[in-house]
C-alpha cells in the first residue's frame, strides 16, 4: 500500500494527517497525547479541506499513544461518519473499545492500515473499484 496519492498533508509538532479521497490518515507521534487542542486543530484542518463531504477518519496507532475522551465531543458524526482505528496491541484494542462508546458513528478496530483504507472505502460506492490510497 503506497501513501504518496494523497492530496493534503498537515503536519503539527506530534503528529500528521495525511488526505485522500474521503479518508484520512492520522498518525500521533509516540507517547504523545491527542488533547482537545490538538483534536480541534486537526478536525478545523478536515473540515477545510473535505468543506461539505462526508469522511472517514483512520488513526493509525503505529506507536503507543492516549485520546482525551473530551477529544470525542468535539467530533461531528454527521460529517466524520467513521472511525477506525488501527492496532497491533491487547492494550490499542482495549482503548479502542473504551474510545467507541465515546463516538456515535461507524466505528471499527483493524490490524493492518490496508484493512482500514478497505473499510473507509465501502461507505464510498465511487470508491470501490478505483485503486487504493
Known sequence: MTSTNYFKKY???NAELLCYDNYVIGKVHEG???????????????NESYKDKKVIFISNRQFGYSVDPKAYKLV??????GIAIVGH????KIQATIE????SGSF???DSLDK????ARSFFPELRNSSAG
Do not use: C, H, S
Open 100 to 103: 467507541q462508546t465515546l463516538y
Open 116 to 119: 482500514a483504507i478497505a473499510w
Open 76 to 81: 461531528n458524526p454527521k460529517k466524520l461518519i
Open 11 to 13: 503536519e503539527y509538532p
Open 32 to 46: 504523545a497525547t491527542v488533547d482537545t487542542e490538538l483534536a480541534m486543530r486537526m478536525l478545523t484542518d478536515v
Open 108 to 110: 471499527g478496530f483493524f
Open 89 to 92: 496491541t491487547k492494550e490499542q
